[in-house]
C-alpha cells in the first residue's frame, strides 16, 4: 500500500536559519507531490508542485523553494527563514488526477 | 476562475445528531471532482468523500454522505449519528479535469458535543 512519510514533526528554528523538510512516498511510481502551508486556523496554501523529478511549480513568490531530486522525494527548503515562514506545512501526494490527495502528517515549523 | 465557498465558520451539534456542512463551488467545466477533507485537532488530512461530477448518484462513505446538486453547484456534506471523533476542520475542495490542483473552502469547524 501507498504511504507518505513526512518529518520533522515538530522544529523551532531561529530567524535567519536554514530549513530543510523532507517528504518521500512509498508504494507508487512518478507521483505528483505537494507543498502546502496552512497558518493557525486557516485554510491552506499551496507553495509548491511537482509533476515529475526535477520539475517544479511555485505558486506564491516568497522565501522558501523546492527540489523533486528523486521521483518519491519531494524537498522544501529555505537559505534564511524568516518569522513569517512559521506553520504548519504539508505534504501530499496524488497518483491519478481527480482522485483526491494523501497527506502527510505535517510538520509545524515555529521561526523564532 | 474556480472557487469554493464554505459559509459556515463553525458549527457544533450534540453527539448522535446529523448535521449537514455547505459548499458551494462556481466553475465553467461540465467534468470536475469534489472532495470533502477532515482535519481533526491532530492537524492530520484526511480525505473523507469524493464526487465525480458526471455521476448522478450521491456518494456514500458510512455515516458520510454528500448532497450534490450540480446544477446549482452545491456540494454538502451529511454526518449521521454524529461522535465526537468527528470534531474536526472540514475543508471542501474542487479539481477541475486537467490541472493538477485542488482550490479548496475556507474551512468549517465543527464541534461535536457530549
Known amino acids: 500500500s501507498q504511504t507518505i512519510h513526512q518529518w520533522p514533526a515538530t522544529l523551532v528554528q531561529p530567524v535567519g536559519s536554514p530549513l530543510s523538510l523532507e517528504c518521500t512516498v512509498e508504494?507508487?511510481?512518478?507521483?505528483?507531490l505537494y507543498w502546502y502551508r496552512q497558518a493557525a486556523g486557516r485554510g491552506l496554501q499551496l507553495l509548491f508542485y511537482s509533476v515529475g523529478i526535477g520539475q517544479i511549480s511555485s505558486e506564491v513568490p516568497q522565501n522558501l523553494s523546492a527540489s523533486r531530486p528523486q521521483d518519491r522525494q519531494f524537498i522544501l527548503s529555505s537559505k534564511k527563514l524568516l518569522l513569517s515562514d512559521s506553520g504548519f506545512y504539508l505534504c501530499?501526494?496524488?497518483?491519478?488526477?481527480?482522485?483526491?490527495?494523501?497527506f502527510g502528517s505535517g510538520t509545524r515549523l515555529t521561526v523564532v | 476562475a474556480q472557487t469554493v465557498t464554505q459559509s459556515q465558520p463553525e458549527m457544533s451539534v450534540q453527539e448522535a445528531e446529523t448535521v449537514t456542512l455547505s459548499c458551494t463551488y462556481d466553475t465553467s467545466e461540465n467534468n470536475y471532482y469534489l472532495f470533502w477533507y477532515k482535519q481533526p485537532p491532530s492537524r492530520q488530512m484526511i480525505l473523507v468523500i469524493r464526487?465525480?461530477?458526471?455521476k448522478q448518484q450521491n456518494a456514500t462513505e458510512n455515516r458520510f454522505s454528500v448532497n450534490f446538486q450540480k446544477a446549482a453547484k452545491s456540494f454538502s456534506l451529511k454526518i449521521s449519528d454524529s461522535q465526537l471523533g468527528d470534531t474536526a476542520m472540514y475543508f471542501c475542495?474542487?479539481?477541475?479535469?486537467?490541472?493538477?490542483?485542488?482550490?479548496w473552502g475556507a474551512g468549517t469547524k465543527l464541534i461535536i458535543k457530549p
Open positions: 501530499a501526494w496524488s497518483s491519478v488526477i481527480n482522485y483526491g490527495y494523501t
Open positions: 475542495a474542487f479539481e477541475g479535469p486537467s490541472n493538477y490542483q485542488l482550490i
Open positions: 464526487q465525480e461530477a458526471y
Open positions: 508504494g507508487t511510481s512518478n507521483p505528483n
